[in-house]
């Protein structure tokens, strides 16, 4: 069933390298430089080069017993220079007291309120997780219809209009999130092997770029993400590229992201299955909620199975399911590649949380013996 559907969604090969050979395990850094040189040049702009100096300078001790006692709460202020000058944002970390080398998870986070309705810390960090937050838009804002007006956008921009290729904000916002792992592997409170970045729904699309660029993250997680994250655009039932043009937020995106309005059943050279294959070997997880239209859960899970090909090519289990659409309240966290859809709408909710705490803490454990 799966097979015959991922069949009718006419994806281009994620195995066939560019000059028409087939991908082996032996060609797959090759072939997986050429799936990001694609989404680069398609869908998120090209990324400038790290920076050489990243410093991180903590601006304010929270309380060491913070959250009755259990965590210890710190504002760092991430400064690292740029071509054009020096940028800084800050950045929350939580860390739990009674695990001396904690895991992480990285979240891109909507707002900087701590705590928030979308970061139970206190659950994350209880489980034995550290967790590191900093805003999207202290890197640089959203303000949609080609605003660069303001942080990176301004550094690089300064109002001039962008070339076809030049990154767009999930760039950018991805190049905050590197920022931030080049800080937090300096820490020694924390497990620098088991560092995951995370996000929702726009904030998903970028958590699974940073992770595919960026090969020192553990794992990348994507919640709700939709087309431009996990989600297959050829014949999906939810967003397409005019409705983020429509909405002012094709700006996420490079400019050449507009090329294939209206085309994306057609010509594509490109689809969304690359994004995820492009993490591989790491893990990966997806979330979906089944009333999130625009999301599409039913193209998130066709990714995730068809990404599983190249798991499969270099030596590990993908995504293990049954050969069907899972129903909600399903969770499949047996491979590399995970995946749960819940009911509701669009939400980063605390049962999606608890699925991902769940997952990483599976994969921590099968890494100590792969």
């Known amino acids: ?16 390298m560019n000059d028409g050979r087939p991908c082996t395990a032996e060609l797959w850094h090759e072939r997986r430089t050429e799936l990001l040189d694609i ?66 998870f990285l979240h891109i986070a909507f707002r900087p309120d701590i705590p928030d309705r ?39 921009f300064g109002g001039r209009k962008r070339e076809p290729e030049e990154w767009g904000k999930i760039g950018m916002w991805a190049y ?45 997680i994507s919640n709700n993400s939709g087309i431009g994250g996990a989600a297959i655009a050829k014949h999906s039932t939810g967003e397409r590229i005019v409705d983020f043009i429509r909405a002012g937020s094709w700006d996420w995106y490079c400019e050449r992201f507009k090329e294939y309005d209206g085309y994306e059943d057609i010509n594509m050279p490109y689809d969304q299955h690359y994004l995820l294959a492009a993490i591989a070997p790491r893990c990966i997880c997806a979330g979906s909620a089944e009333q999130d239209k625009g999301a599409d859960p039913k193209s998130e899970f066709l990714s995730c199975v068809t990404a599983s090909e190249v798991y499969n090519l270099l030596g590990y289990s993908g995504i293990i399911t049954a050969d069907e659409f899972p129903s909600a309240g399903t969770s499949l966290h047996e491979g590399r590649i995970g995946y749960h859809i819940r009911t509701g709408q669009h939400y980063f909710s605390r049962y999606d949380w608890n699925q991902y705490i769940t997952f990483m803490s599976k994969k921590i454990s099968a890494s100590s013996v792969d």
């Open 1 to 16: 069933m799966l097979q015959q559907e991922i069949i009718k969604r006419e994806l281009p090969s994620l195995l066939t």
């Open 39 to 104: 989404l680069q040049k398609y869908i998120y702009g090209y990324t400038p080069w790290p920076p050489k100096k990243v410093i991180g300078e903590v601006i304010e001790e929270g309380a060491f017993n913070a959250f009755a006692g259990k965590v210890h709460q710190q504002l760092i202020k991430v400064s690292f220079d740029t071509q054009n000058g020096e940028m800084s944002f800050p950045l929350h970390l939580f860390l739990p007291k009674n695990t001396p080398q904690a895991p992480l």
């Open 118 to 156: 979308y970061t139970p810390v206190e659950e994350i960090t209880d489980n034995g997780f550290g967790l590191a937050l900093f805003c999207y838009k202290d890197i640089v804002n959203d303000n949609l219809h080609g605003d660069y007006l303001d942080g990176l956008g301004k550094l690089y």
């Open 176 to 220: 905050g999130a590197s920022r931030a792992l080049d800080y937090l592997l300096t820490r020694n409170e924390i497990d620098h092997d088991h560092i995951a970045v995370v996000g929702h729904s726009r904030l998903g699309k970028t958590a699974l770029w940073t992770a595919a660029q960026d090969e020192r993250f553990f794992m990348g």
